[in-house]
């Protein structure tokens, strides 16, 4: 209900002794109207500023938790390369419906009409004169000169989440790619075991070898390359493809060098003079070829003088014959071998026969004893075979015997000889690379730098 | 169906405000330097309300209600509450009256039937006698003998007592406290108001005050108050402060043991519809409400224990409630905060 109110006379205003009684009671209005449109947009512009303030509340969070979910979207298929504009338009879409399911959800927080301009009334501290110009018990309060700020926003939390949100945006967006760090797949044998075979295939061809003692070597051989290609190149089955590799150099080695020890005994047999020296040789180079960890030939033994009366029955060119031939059979065994053959060689302490003395030497180790055979004075020195022990007396010399040793190729190869040289020197580093290990090898470097 | 009275009309309120600017300076040249407690005390003798003064001794709280007595030209009577104090002495005793009829009781009405009863150290008296002042302070009427006898109206009491020499006084209990509408504080002065009550008053002798609003008069005012018109939204804000002052109900009431009750709502909205008028509106405000709050909360909020022993004082939490209720209904965002406006 509005009243038309009547300005006190001046006396009677001057009588009141609260000033500021009058003026709140009794505000000029310069036009009832304009006042009225201005405090109702103030308090229109007010609510709806509250209610963003209301929205934003809620919408900012939610936004985060949108943007974390396309964050890693995005980057998931940047890793997998897939095109992004489906992902940028689903993300408008979801931060759209976001934003509209707070602003359903914030409602029943927003201010209304009525809200505001209690606000209004109590930040200007009007007493009230908003809500009682609204019902109309008083005149609407002139618009002020200026009108201070109501509110003032607090927008640290929700700039943290918008910015946190863009971070992980981008971050998705822009992050650098790690490159594809899928190991080769590996296909074929190890490098050692193709070696292995080789070597195989050549003593095969040679026919200098048991054939019995060949194909163990050649079993074993087959039964890691039968292994998956994955477990091939596991740590174990490498190891022992390189121990078998080694086994398989080392044998042919030392059967090369039993070979050449027979053609050197060969030839001394026809420098003229006692053969039974030579015949003592001839019968060490026998008996290593025989017992040694890769068998000689077994005719290829029969053919060969095992006495000095067998030397006796073959001419000087026929006994030159055959030491030409086990020498180009030990030359062909070295090419095979190859590197361990050369080291085996150097090695020893002269290029001579190996036999360490009556019984002759064992030729599997790379330490040979000294060609020279002593005499011990022990009266007939002559060779036992293994498992006949009841003939040995103490203090009998008695012959190295070099059994061959199960090699398990599962198992890791230890050094036979830590500090051996098993090569020759191919620049100084080459002999250390197949007898240690690799921390040993480090050891080793360490110490001699 | 009750009807909403009719606001005050505009010439209503200039004859209310010339009234009571005449009986307020009245009571300052009765009161030095006592503005705020002058105003304080118009507002609550408009809204009908019983006051309890509280203050050193020699401040003047006794001048005060003899000066608001004699300037509303109301009957007022002094009882000076001490322990021997009796009910009866208050309310009134039946006599024994030999008349030519026979012998009767006749109810000898006490100093209550008054339209002011001073009452001076209020609780310096048992409990008892506090007591007898409850049925009059809130029904406005006593009973003896099974007799229902009504006081004058207007019928305010204005009690007074000292916050020191505590020994040997009786505080007023919760119920009797809640039927004060207002409990005030009165200060010391400052130096330049000592001066000037050096300069104009003589130790011993009372200030003549002669009535400056008669009877009638007041009692218009007293009907006119009532039609000041409390709007809704006021009345919510009362609500909620009342029910945030109960314990657990908001920050501010963390050591509240006793929150205000409803008849706080009561004063507050009777006390903010009084100072309405006193400043020429025909309606009160939020203005109001947080004016006379502390007068009307401060002595029905009860602390427990742990508060007061941490220093904490109802003062203060009826400070905390004004800060943490705000005026409209609902609260801002946590995105917006209200700007401080000089």
Known sequence: MQRNFRKLPPARRRRTCHPAAVSASFPPVI????????????TTALARRINVGAWLALAAPAAFGVATLFAVL???????????????????????????ACWWRARRRFFQPADARVLLESQLRLDSRLTAATIGLVPWPAAPMAMPAILQWRLHAPLGWAAAALALIAGAAFAPIPHDTTPIRPTGSPPSLLQTQEMLAALKEMQMAEPQALQQLEDRAQELARRPTEEQYSHSALEAADALRDQTEISAAALGRGLETAANALRSANDGGDLSGPAGQLAAALSG???????????????????????KNLTAEQRAQLAQQLANAAKG????????????????????????????????????????????????????????????????????????????????????????????????????VNRLTPTERAAVKNFFK | MSTVPQPP?????????????????TLQTVLFGQDELIELVVSGVLARGHLLLEGLPGLGKTELVKGLAHAL??????????????????????????????????????PVFTNIL?????????PKTQSALLEAMQERRVTSGGDTHALPDPFFVLATQNPIDLEGT?????????????????????????????LNRELGSEPAVAPVIGREEFSALLALVRRVHLPEVVADYIARLVYASQPGASAASAGVRFGASPRAALALAAAARARGLRHGRPHASFEDVQAVARPVLGHRIILDHVARLDGATTAGVVRQLLEEIPAQPKPLPGTLATAKIA
């Open chain 1, 74 to 100: 995005v980057y998931a298929l940047r890793r997998l390369g897939q095109p992004l504009d489906v992902v940028w338009l689903s993300l408008f879409a979801a931060v759209v419906a976001v934003g509209t």
């Open chain 1, 333 to 432: 065994l070295r090419g095979i071998s190859g590197a361990m053959g050369a080291g085996a060689q150097v090695a020893q302490s002269d290029g001579e026969a190996m036999a360490g003395g009556p019984g002759g030497g064992g030729d599997s180790a790379p330490l040979m004893l000294a060609g020279q055979q002593s005499d011990a004075g022990d009266g007939n020195a002559e060779a036992l075979g293994a498992g006949d022990l009841k003939r040995f007396a103490l203090g009998d010399k008695l012959g190295t015997m070099s059994g061959a040793h199960r090699v398990d190729p599962n198992a890791a190869e230890a050094p036979l000889q830590a500090g051996a040289v098993a090569a020759p020197a191919k620049g100084g580093d080459a002999v250390w």
């Open chain 1, 31 to 42: 036009s009832h109207s304009s006042s009225r449109g201005f405090w109702e947009s103030r």
């Open chain 2, 170 to 198: 009786y505080p007023l209990p919760e119920a009797q406290l809640d039927r004060f509408l207002f409990k005030l504080d009165v200060h010391s002065n400052p130096p330049e108001v000592l001066k000037r009550i050096v």
């Open chain 2, 118 to 126: 001073l009452a001076d150290e209020i609780n310096r008296a048992s």
């Open chain 2, 73 to 110: 030209g109301l009957q007022a009577r002094r009882v000076q509450f001490t322990p021997d104090l009796l009910p009866g002495d208050i309310t009134g005793n039946p006599i024994l009256e030999d008349s030519a009829a026979g012998r009767r009781f006749v109810f000898q009405r006490g």
């Open chain 2, 9 to 25: 009309s505009e010439v209503e309120l200039g004859q209310a405000a010339a009234s009571l600017n005449r009986l307020i300076a």
């Open chain 1, 289 to 311: 070829l025989r017992d040694g960890a890769l068998p000689a030939n077994k005719a290829l033994l029969a053919n060969l003088p095992a006495s000095a009366g067998d030397l």
